[in-house]
Nanobody, 129 residues
Framework: QLQLVESGGGLVQPGGSLRLSCVVVGVSLDDYPGSIGWFRQAPGKEREGVSCITNSRAFTKYVESVKGRFTISGDNAKNTVYLQMNSLKLEDTAVYYC????????????????????WGQGTQVTVSS
């Protein structure tokens, strides 16, 4: 059974960087047909899609507010998907979740919540001076 374990969150000053990790447990990324997404939820706000990557890593997608600052990547040898976050802003403060969409990706992924059936427990990112 697939499980996701996030880590890497913390407290960082505006302009700083963090790298979040999402370890996939129970399924090898070499065999995984779908996509992995990163989402975030700030206090009082709905959970929003941040980025996604297909199993082939040929396609990635970002929400407009993080384009040019965040980079999603995968390392099949470590069974891990990363979210590198640079030039962090106060408004990036949120709990970040990774999630799995099992559907065969067909080299496209979505940052809409609906297709994602498996979720990690989340990791807190706080950007503050």
């Amino acid at each position: 059974q697939l499980q996701l374990v996030e880590s890497g969150g913390g407290l960082v000053q505006p302009g700083g960087s963090l790298r979040l990790s999402c370890v996939v447990v129970g399924v090898s990324l070499d065999d995984y047909p779908g996509s992995i997404g990163w989402f975030r939820q700030a206090p009082g706000k709905e959970r929003e899609g941040v980025s996604c990557i297909t199993n082939s890593r040929a396609f990635t997608k970002y929400v407009e507010s993080v384009k040019g600052r965040f980079t999603i990547s995968g390392d099949n040898a470590k069974n891990t998907v990363y979210l590198q976050m640079n030039s962090l802003k106060l408004e990036d403060t949120a709990v970040y979740y990774c999630a799995a969409d099992w559907r065969p990706s067909l080299d496209i992924c979505t940052i809409s919540r609906g297709p994602y059936a498996v979720w990690g427990q989340g990791t807190q990112v706080t950007v503050s001076s």
